[in-house]
């Protein structure tokens, strides 16, 4: 692996390597596992090389640890309303970026793609793309840092970020639903979405049988909004202690994986690779089916996020991979895959069409970084099998 | 010469193919009106299947076409390439599914911005992109130009609210980008589409976002003796750590034109007036509004009004929402600039403007989104006068590239279209400006896509581009349906 510490050694790496792939922390393992690849190690392009508190934008390099920028923003009062993952692993802006993945506190305001103002990335061949600005409105030229959200590396490499922040909310109140079952799980999780609550995060916890309500404001304002909630379903509201609540969305932003913290070395995931962690991207309305059929699986379990609209499987038995993916497929859903070295990187529906092979083309003509195809034949393989 | 569109006319009755020069009158102009341009048809699909059929029809053909919906583009985005086709998508009007439970609509490009959340409304939620053309401008258009409106700090742009598109591309392949599910995995192409200004292909299908309304606004309107102290106050809002959903402010010759065009009862001899608004539940409310009153007593405001129900909050808003239409009172014609700078930098940026504009001896007014540091300056000029739209556009010029220095952007929510394509490269490298190129041509190799928008010049349409000519207000201006901001 090569880690470059300046644009420089960055540009002469990406030059002089057949093929590339940028990784951060390696927080989600299976997304740097490509065959006949060079990685490239972002972790000394790091620090924040604009932060202006009044203009509620940062810009910081694509290596820099989301945990420092938490920080950083915090003693200015201010946050990320994107709330991202895994960063008290030492998940990376730029990993969390290519990844495109939020944390449950997305449910507000948006994901990363919505906070997401601006980049600067290194092409194949070599050279600086700049594109989006560094200001909090902007609609010049083509959305190329949208595209960028998500690409998982294979259209260049990200060096450095802008983003829009929000001011930090004073309080935050977490609650928790008791629901006789996911049935009516999923009508509650619906309601609560569309109330005029505005809650910050809601996620859906299928072992413990609960809802997961968090609000963020100031503090009069979320205790008469909580018993406004406790009114709504009198008897199966409670609060949950703030240093329980904190505990319980950190597991939740850690995707339940077992990780090893450090500050100077963060590590990656220690779970047996063979336990298989995906994401899926859904709907609340499909909850109820896709949980009742997982459930027919052993040792799958579930967490939804985001009011429904993501999925975290955690599944031990790689053996499932194959029907899980067939089920996601058949509920023409997506899921890619973080962790579980065997698995495909893709389950579910994912047929790349002509119009995604031409922008690879167009951004990446030198086939410098790592093709989508290769992903999804193996995702086709192994639905197949 | 219309032998060749044949197979074009094949796919319309009659009254939905229109080519004599008097009904191709109505689509010359967009609201950039001092631009106009006659297209060599126009074309009104009913369905989507008639949309696919006429950009094949236009690939296989090699001509060039520009999808439109009501034509409120301020810069010339929608502006026919003459010998072009034009695609009126205003009767693909249907809301094809309001998911309440889902929180999403599935919409058709010519639905009216408006329509979504009145049809939402009964759900309790809404479509929050909110361009003052609301009431006429489609969301087809609106994904096009990635419009904005005064909610974006708080809320962002349309391509926040866009979950997935449905769209036949330049080369007559139909594509979905993105699903039903707020989040997407893999790149995001949907973002990608939005804003790309007609130069991908047409939008078919489009699916939205929708979210709770919000419970309850406080609007306030404070009146300034500069706009140095209304800027002040603006940082002083921001500092606070209250996140208002909009924050607009008006200069003095703004204000006038309002006032005159419809009495809105600004404080007499204010030189700027910001209007402040929060919203969100009402016990939130009720907590930060004392803080903004807090903040706004420490500001040199010399006159502070709250609007105590929903009839003064309309009077507050219909003064900032007419003030464009209104300034064509006070002159002929007027150009809108969009340009953006950090927020810090506002009142810096508004001096500078003044100077220019004393040198160059033109008027310019003053309204803008202060909340996003989103300038729009109205340079007035007489049409009539030899040269004078040369001059405006000169100083249009200079207040982008004065932008730009700031470290802002030359468009806030217009979208580059025609008006300023000759400044995308003070944004952007050469080397970036190839890559959209590229990217461009991934989607429409032939450069039939709207030719002649945000690249600098060097398309083949170029050559046959629009003319100034039509001046003065868009009609629907006239009417105070639509403003330019």
């Known amino acids: 692996m090569l880690a470059p510490t300046s644009l420089t050694e960055l540009q002469e790496a990406i030059r002089s390597h057949p093929q590339v792939l940028a990784v951060g922390a390696r927080t989600k393992p299976r997304l740097s596992q490509v065959d006949d690849c060079t990685l490239l190690s972002m972790r000394g392009l790091s620090g924040i090389t604009e932060y202006q508190p009044s203009e509620y934008t940062f810009t910081a390099l694509a290596g820099t640890p989301l945990h420092e920028l938490e920080q950083v923003l915090t003693e200015q009062g201010q946050a990320m309303p994107f709330d991202p993952l895994l960063s008290r692993a030492g998940s990376t802006l730029g990993g969390a970026t290519a990844t495109g993945l939020s944390g449950p506190g997305r449910f507000r305001y948006g994901g990363i793609r919505d906070f997401l103002l601006g980049l600067t990335y290194i092409d194949g061949t070599g050279q600086p793309i700049r594109t989006g600005s560094r200001v909090v409105k902007n609609a010049a030229g083509f959305d190329l840092p949208k595209l960028m959200v998500g690409s998982l590396g294979r259209f260049g490499v990200l060096a450095e970020l802008t983003f829009k922040v929000f001011p930090a909310f004073r309080a935050r109140i977490s609650l928790q639903v008791e629901c006789t079952d996911c049935h009516q799980a999923t009508e509650r999780l619906i309601e609560a979405a569309c109330s005029r609550w505005e809650l910050l995060a809601l996620d859906y916890d299928p072992a413990q049988k609960r809802l997961l309500l968090q609000l963020g404001g100031p503090q009069r304002a979320l205790e008469q909004i909580a018993a406004d909630i406790e009114n709504r379903w009198p008897g199966d509201v409670q609060p949950i202690e703030s240093c329980t609540a904190d505990t319980c969305w950190e597991t939740i932003r850690t995707l339940g994986l077992d990780l090893t913290e450090s500050e100077q070395a963060p590590t990656r995931p220690t779970r047996a690779s063979q336990t298989v962690v995906a994401q899926v991207a859904l709907t609340p309305t499909v909850v109820p089916e896709l949980e009742q059929k997982l459930g027919s699986m052993e040792g799958v379990n579930s967490h939804y996020s985001v009011g429904g609209n993501v999925a975290t499987l955690i599944c031990q038995q790689p053996d499932n991979i194959p029907p899980i993916s067939k089920l996601l497929a058949e509920l023409q859903l997506v899921g890619l895959v973080l962790q579980g070295c065997d698995a495909p990187l893709w389950l579910g529906t994912t047929q790349p069409t002509a119009i995604d092979r031409a922008i690879k083309t167009a951004l990446d003509p030198q086939c410098r970084f790592p093709s989508y195809d290769i992903a999804n034949l193996q995702a086709d393989h192994v639905a197949h099998h | ?485």
Not at chain 2, 314 to 331: C, D, E, L, P
Not at chain 2, 374 to 393: M, V, W
């Open chain 2, 1 to 485: 010469m219309n032998d060749s569109l044949k197979k074009l006319r094949a796919i319309y009755p009659a009254d939905r193919f229109l080519e004599a020069d008097a009904q191709l009158a109505a689509y010359a102009s967009d609201a950039l009106t001092a631009f106009h341009s006659l297209p060599r048809a126009v074309v009104l699909p009913e369905t989507s299947e008639e949309v696919i059929d006429t950009v094949r029809f236009c690939h296989d053909q090699q001509v060039a076409f520009v999808a439109r919906g009501s034509g409120t583009s301020l810069s010339g985005g929608s502006l026919p390439v003459s010998d072009g086709i034009v695609i009126g998508l205003n009767r693909l009007n249907k809301i094809l599914e309001l998911d309440s439970k889902n929180r999403i609509a599935l919409v058709q490009p010519g639905v009216i911005n408006l329509h979504v959340s009145e049809a939402a409304q009964p759900y309790g939620l809404h479509y929050a992109p909110d361009p003052s053309s609301q009431q006429v401008c489609t969301i087809g258009g609106n994904v096009a130009f990635n419009s904005g409106g005064a909610h974006c700090l708080k809320y962002g742009m349309t391509a926040n609210h866009v979950l997935g598109i449905q769209a036949v591309l330049a080369t007559g392949e139909v594509v979905t980008f993105g699903g039903r599910s707020r989040e997407s995995l893999g790149p995001d192409t949907t973002g990608l589409f939005c804003g790309s200004e007609g130069l991908f292909g047409v939008a078919l299908e489009i699916t939205l976002r929708l979210i709770p309304q919000a419970g309850c606004y406080h609007t306030v309107l404070a009146g300034y003796r500069s706009l140095q102290d209304a800027g002040n106050a603006v940082a002083q809002i921001i500092a606070s750590g209250l996140l208002p959903g909009a924050m607009e402010i008006m200069d003095a010759l703004a204000i006038e034109a309002a006032e005159a065009a419809v009495a809105c009862g600004y404080p007499p001899g204010a030189e700027a007036v910001l209007i402040v608004e929060l919203e969100g539940p009402h016990e939130v409310i009720e907590c930060e509004r004392e803080t903004l009153h807090t903040v706004l007593a420490s500001t040199a405001a010399f006159q502070t009004k709250t609007a105590a129900n929903a009839t003064e909050r309309m009077t507050i808003w219909k003064g900032r929402k007419s003030a464009f239409s209104a300034v064509g009172r006070i002159s002929p014609d007027f150009i809108v600039q969009d340009g953006v700078v950090p927020r810090l930098r506002l009142g810096e940026a508004l001096q500078q403007i003044g100077e220019m504009a004393d040198v160059a001896k033109i008027r310019v007014a003053n309204v803008f989104h202060a909340g996003d540091g989103n300038l729009h300056p109205l340079i007035l000029y007489d049409g009539r006068e030899p040269g004078a739209l040369t001059r405006a556009e000169e100083l249009a010029g200079r207040i982008l590239e004065m932008c730009v220095a700031m470290g802002g952007s030359i468009t806030g929510e217009h979208g580059v279209g025609l008006e300023k394509r000759d400044y995308l490269g003070t944004m952007f490298s050469q080397h970036t400006i190839d890559t959209m190129q590229r990217v461009r041509a991934a989607f429409d190799p032939r450069k039939i896509a709207n030719p002649g928008k945000m690249f600098p010049g060097s398309d083949p349409a170029d050559s046959q581009q629009a003319t100034s000519g039509l001046r003065g207000l868009h009609p629907l201006e006239k009417a105070g349906i639509i403003s330019r901001e």
